[in-house]
């Protein structure tokens, strides 16, 4: 192989290898961008049933996230909790009318009304999400 060829290849190997990295960089859900902006201090709870789990994409160009529809009082709440990633790493198992209490805070994602979680208790397990300044633990993870 010529000197030209083998530093094609490397360039590609270099560039594909930055491409991925950058792509689960920034994901949309890091802290700093315009969803975790979405995110306020401003604590309120959510309690209530699980009616659908949904992998879906808040915002245009984020990543897939679970996402909970979740019914409270006479009210169907969607719950944003975390990147779909995370979601598989941790093995979250919710389930379809699972009773869970949803701590996190009321946003509005593409003008609809969302609740962003920062922790999830279901079946006597907690898990923390976001620390109490709201950065997401998953950059911790990365």
């Known amino acids: 192989m010529n000197i030209f060829k083998l530093k094609i290849c490397i360039f590609f190997a270099v ?5 991925i990295y950058a792509q689960t960089k920034t994901d949309g859900w890091e802290e ?4 975790n902006k979405l995110f306020s201090t401003k604590a309120d ?3 209530g049933t699980v009616i659908k789990v949904v992998h879906a994409s808040p915002m245009q160009g984020m990543a ?5 529809l979740v019914k409270s009082g006479k009210d169907t709440v969607t719950v944003h909790l975390c990147p779909k990633w995370l979601g598989e790493y941790l093995n979250l198992n919710i ?10 805070c009321k946003a ?6 969302v609740f ?5 208790t279901a079946n006597g397990i907690i ?3 976001r620390d109490e300044k709201g950065s997401p633990i998953w950059d911790r993870l990365r």
């Open 15 to 19: 560039f594909f290898s930055l491409a």
């Open 32 to 35: 700093g961008s315009k969803y």
């Open 45 to 47: 709870t959510v309690t």
């Open 64 to 68: 897939e996230g679970v996402l909970l």
């Open 95 to 104: 389930q379809h009318n699972e009773d869970l209490v949803i701590e996190g």
């Open 108 to 113: 509005v994602c593409k003008g609809t009304p």
């Open 116 to 120: 962003i979680a920062s922790k999830l």
């Open 127 to 129: 898990l923390q999400l």
